[in-house]
C-alpha cells in the first residue's frame, strides 16, 4: 500500500512533490478518444494523467486517511466531453474493495464501470476505473451547476461501500 507520507512542499521549480512522478508512466486506457496514465509520485502517493477530446488534467492522491472525506478514494479526475459526439470521462484510484464505481451526472444520467488491478509500476494494492460519459452540450465551469453530482462506490457484493456528493458547487458571480 502507499506509505503515509507528509503534504507535499513546493520547491524551486515551483511544482509540489506530489506531482512529480518517478518511474514509468504506465497506459490504463488509450485509444483514439481518450488516454489515461498512471505513475508513482515523488512523495510516494500516485499520479493520474488524463486526455481526452472533452479535457485533461491531472491529479495527485494517497491512502485515504482518518480525517480524509473518502475511506476508500485515492485519487478521482474527469472531464465532460464538450461538443456532440465528444467523449468525456471520469477516471479514479480505489482502495482494493472497490469493486465498481457509479456516478450520477448533472443530467440524472447514472453510469458505472468495475474496476480493474492497478499496474503493478504504482507498487500499491489499489484499483483504477475508467468511465466514459457522453457530452451532455451543457456549458461546464464555476458559475455552471457541478457536472457529475454522486459518486457512488460498491463492494463485490454490490453493497455501498460510500456516497460521496461532488465537492464543487456552483460559485455566485
Known sequence: ??????????????????????????????????????SRAQDGGCILHARSGGGSGGCAGRLPGPDDRSKHVVAIIGAP?????????????????????????????????????????????????????????????PGYPPWTREYVLFASDDAVLERLGSSRRTRDT
Do not use: Y
Open 1 to 38: 500500500m502507499i506509505p503515509s507520507v507528509p503534504e507535499a512542499e513546493w520547491d524551486s521549480d515551483f511544482r509540489p512533490a506530489m506531482f512529480r512522478p518517478i518511474g514509468p508512466q504506465i497506459e490504463i486506457t488509450d485509444d483514439a478518444d481518450l488516454s489515461i496514465k498512471v
Open 81 to 141: 466531453a464538450m461538443r456532440k459526439g465528444g467523449v468525456g470521462f471520469v477516471t479514479g484510484l480505489v482502495t482494493p474493495n472497490v469493486a465498481r464505481v457509479e456516478v450520477e451526472l448533472r443530467d440524472g444520467t447514472r453510469i458505472s464501470a468495475p474496476t480493474e488491478v492497478a499496474p503493478d509500476a504504482l507498487e500499491a494494492d489499489l484499483r483504477t476505473f475508467v468511465i466514459r460519459t457522453p457530452a451532455d452540450e451543457q456549458p461546464f465551469g
